[in-house]
């Protein structure tokens, strides 16, 4: 909102003063251009910020073929009543909530999906996790396991190539903690959450 607001008062700045009273030289002077490439540079932030969240909500929409679905990137400011939370979705919501933190990492997977860190890597599993409760499942360790054998498949939909997709899929299974309030034994190839999805890619080899 600030870039906005900034972004709308170098504007009006800029075109008041090419079209008010001229005391010599050019209406369209150094002073013009300036106020115009800051109202400009000022604008480009919430473009590209929200460019990103339509970005997140097509890939979410195709992985789920759902429609309507929104993600809202958080401030800083906003995300510190969620402290606890790296995403969250409202039952009976199509809107996407995650941490400005979660966002950064989301763009910086994006940016390299082949070298990235285990941050990054859970920054994806994060907005899979978050979809599953727009497909109903609220039960949060459902709705994890359900993110671990799909992550791929949002990779993919992000554009990340199929086989780097699949290994950080592969290896954000085998990099989970027992210590996650989510974990469970039963989310394993075979076990009692395994979905059986033809594409699954958990049970890639070593």
């Not at 209406?27 to 109202?39: K, P």
């Not at 590209?48 to 429609?67: I, V």
Request: aromatic share 12%; with cysteine; glycine share 6%.
């Amino acid at each position: 909102m600030l870039f906005v607001l900034l972004s709308v008062v170098f504007c009006g700045l800029a075109i008041k003063g090419a079209t008010g009273p001229q005391w010599g030289g050019s209406r369209f002077d150094a002073y013009f251009f300036l106020l115009t490439t800051l109202a400009v540079l000022c604008a480009w932030f919430p473009v590209r910020h929200a460019l990103f969240e339509e970005r997140l909500a097509d890939a979410s929409e195709r992985l789920l073929a759902h429609d309507d679905i929104a993600v809202n990137c958080m401030s800083k400011f906003g995300g510190i009543f969620y402290l606890n939370y790296a995403g969250y979705v409202y039952q009976g919501s199509d809107v996407i909530n995650l941490k400005a933190n979660i966002c950064k990492l989301l763009q910086q997977y994006l940016d390299s999906p082949a070298g990235a860190d285990h941050a990054m890597l859970y920054s994806l599993h994060v907005l899979t996790h978050e979809a599953m409760h727009v497909a109903d499942e609220f039960d949060e360790r459902r709705a994890d396991c359900r993110a671990f054998q799909r992550n791929h498949k949002m990779a993919e939909q992000l554009g990340v190539p199929p086989l780097i997709a699949a290994i950080n899929s592969r290896d954000l299974h085998r990099t989970r903690s027992a210590r996650h309030p989510y974990y469970s034994a039963e989310c394993e190839p075979g076990r009692g959450m395994d979905e059986d999805l033809p594409d699954a890619v958990w049970v890639l080899s070593n």
